[in-house]
């Protein structure tokens, strides 16, 4: 009902702008009401949509700004191992095969409970994050690709943001045990190719003693997120 009453809003409320509509590189961040509204990619996840959906849904929405995560870029230029964030996992509005119709999402109406999958038909995996589960020759080749690949394409991707008047205000690079400092810093390298200097990751603590030190040769602010980690933990990490 909030995401709704939210794209209703977001419909009617002019957005502030530095002159026609959608002029690219320059654009004030959307605001509703005052306040300002971005999204992170992964509201996303289950869509299947890659990065030139996104941008249409964005413009449709009238959002400008966004945290986007690595998966999205790198498999739009073809890295080997990623795939699109959700991938291989139903939405959570999808409904059971074999349910019978319902009213619709958001009428009040509990959803209908998931059924387990049939015995021998597992359910697709859901996708990992680069490192995690990964075949180690696929993840050598992603490391590969990650320390070869041409800067000037993460340069055409910021292009691609700026025509479609979009801000790309932050990379989402989540380090984690199995980068070597060279693919660290060569993801620092990725973000400022893509017009930012400020990465955010989702990362166990036992990398960061490693990142700091490139983040600060680089310039770039490591904003970090803490999904499971205490105060305590947490305190440590900063």
Do not use: C
């Amino acid at each position: 009902d909030w995401l709704k009453a939210t794209i209703a809003t977001a419909a009617a409320v002019p957005f502030a702008s530095t002159g026609s509509a959608w002029p690219g590189a320059g654009q004030q961040p959307a605001r509703i009401r005052g306040v300002r509204m971005a999204l992170q990619s992964a509201s996303f996840s289950f869509s299947g949509l890659g990065l030139p959906d996104i941008f249409k849904t964005m413009q449709e929405l009238g959002l400008k700004e966004i945290d986007i995560m690595s998966e999205h870029v790198e498999h739009l230029l073809g890295a080997p191992g990623i795939q699109l964030p959700g991938a291989g996992r139903q939405g959570p509005w999808a409904r059971p095969a074999g349910a019978p119709p319902g009213p619709p999402p958001g009428t009040g109406t509990p959803p209908t409970p998931a059924t387990p999958a049939a015995a021998g038909t597992p359910a697709a995996p859901p996708a990992r994050p680069a490192g995690r589960g990964m075949d180690p020759a696929v993840r050598e080749a992603l490391r590969a690709w990650r320390l070869s690949v041409d800067l000037a394409r993460f340069r055409d991707v910021k292009a691609q943001f700026d025509r479609a008047g979009l801000i790309l205000f932050s990379y989402n690079l989540s380090f984690n045990d199995s980068y070597t400092d060279a693919e660290i810093e060569r993801g620092m390298l990725m973000a400022k190719a893509l017009g930012t200097s400020i990465i955010t990751a989702s990362s166990p603590l036992s990398v960061m003693p490693r990142v700091a030190p490139l983040a600060e040769k680089h310039g770039v602010v490591v904003a970090l997120h803490n999904h499971n980690e205490g105060p305590e933990e947490f305190e440590k990490g900063m």
